[in-house]
């Protein structure tokens, strides 16, 4: 049996809301806005809690789309360390994936 090696960074997720439709404007139903959209950023931090916070401080700062910065996000994939330094990431640091 190989034991895996922990994750040294994540993939973040963050899912932004469509915004609600203009009076006036053909939409799919009644309250169903369309589908939301998905930024994903690569985040050089091992714990998957601190990488979602990472992202939230990247977002805040404003370096991404303004829309993503309250909106949810979470992990989905964990990146190896030949993974981050591939990327060219810096311990802490956040990127556009």
Do not use: C
């Not at 601190?50 to 994939?77: M, N």
């Amino acid at each position: 049996m190989t034991a895996k090696a922990p994750a040294a960074g994540w993939v973040v997720q963050v899912t932004i809301s469509a915004p609600l439709p203009e009076s006036g404007t053909r939409w799919i139903g009644r309250h169903i806005p369309d589908a939301p959209s998905f930024h994903y950023f690569n985040v050089a931090v091992a714990n998957p809690g601190k990488a979602v916070e990472a992202t939230a401080a990247f977002l805040a700062k404003g370096k991404a789309d303004s829309d993503a910065a309250h909106a949810p996000a979470s992990t989905v994939r964990g990146l190896s360390e030949a993974e981050v330094t591939a990327l060219g990431l810096n311990t802490g640091e956040v990127k556009l994936a």
